[in-house]
């Protein structure tokens, strides 16, 4: 490892550890979060009335949709709505390893929301094909920081993704469910559970209702889906 390498490295380090800097504005903070006050009033908070179960707009506490075509998961929170700077802080954080931005938006998950009545957290396994090529599990990073602050035993290895798949973002919303039908295995019993799945951001929720079938085939009795960001589309 080249030394600018290494001090750079001990820089990120230090920033992750100390930071008092607001990760949107670059403001100095005491505010014990990773953003400053202002930045963090201007985010857009998921908070309008919302179906219980998948999250989307609706002033009935399970939408339409949801009667109609009933998911495999029983219920999401979702902290915001994926939308500026919501947008930039996730690219920079899948693609630029910015691991920091973890616990930004671990903080962010729980502070309208806490987990309750769960027995395991689960994150969206990636294929470990994908797992090299970014380098990091994007919700497991998170998932760990959640698990810790909510005393919640986390399971990272009993669910697998075996196939490798072209990246959802990267197809249409149709295909999306076809694309990630059957691709997860888990090894676990889950008889009886209530489980918290854990992912980045959620768009159709293809990849979590698929997750959550897996996870009710093991046995799981509630399955919940905990993410940083929902786009609020109906597709
Ligand atoms: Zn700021
Ligand atoms: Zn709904």
């Not at 990636?126 to 797992?131: A, C, V």
Request: glycine share 4%; hydrophobic share 40%.
């Amino acid at each position: 490892m080249k030394i600018k390498q290494i001090i750079n490295n001990c820089a990120k380090f230090n920033h992750w550890l100390f930071s008092s800097q607001c990760l949107l504005c670059a403001a100095s903070t005491n505010t014990g979060k990773d953003v400053c006050q202002d930045c963090f009033d201007a985010l857009p908070w998921h908070t309008a009335p919302h179906c219980q179960q998948c999250g989307l707009l609706s002033n009935h506490p399970i939408c339409g949709h949801c009667l109609k075509e009933p998911l495999d998961f029983d219920a999401t929170f979702a902290a915001l709505r994926y939308e500026f700077p919501l947008d930039a802080l996730m690219q920079q954080y899948k693609y630029g390893s910015a691991l920091q931005t973890a616990r930004l938006f671990a903080q962010l998950m729980i502070t309208h929301h806490t987990l309750h009545n769960i027995d395991v957290m689960i994150p969206m396994p990636l294929h470990p094909q994908r797992l090299q090529e970014r380098g990091f599990n994007q919700s497991l990073e998170i998932a760990k920081l959640l698990a810790k602050q909510s005393n919640i035993p986390l399971d990272y290895t009993s669910c697998t993704r075996t196939k490798y798949t072209p990246p959802q973002a990267s197809l249409p919303l149709k295909e999306r469910a076809k694309n990630i039908k059957g691709v997860f295995a888990c090894s676990a019993n889950l008889a009886g559970k209530r489980i918290a799945i854990v992912d980045d951001v959620m768009t159709t929720g293809a990849s979590l209702n698929e997750l959550s079938k897996t996870l009710k085939k093991a046995g799981a009795a509630h399955v919940e889906c905990w993410v940083v960001a929902r786009t609020l589309q109906k597709y």
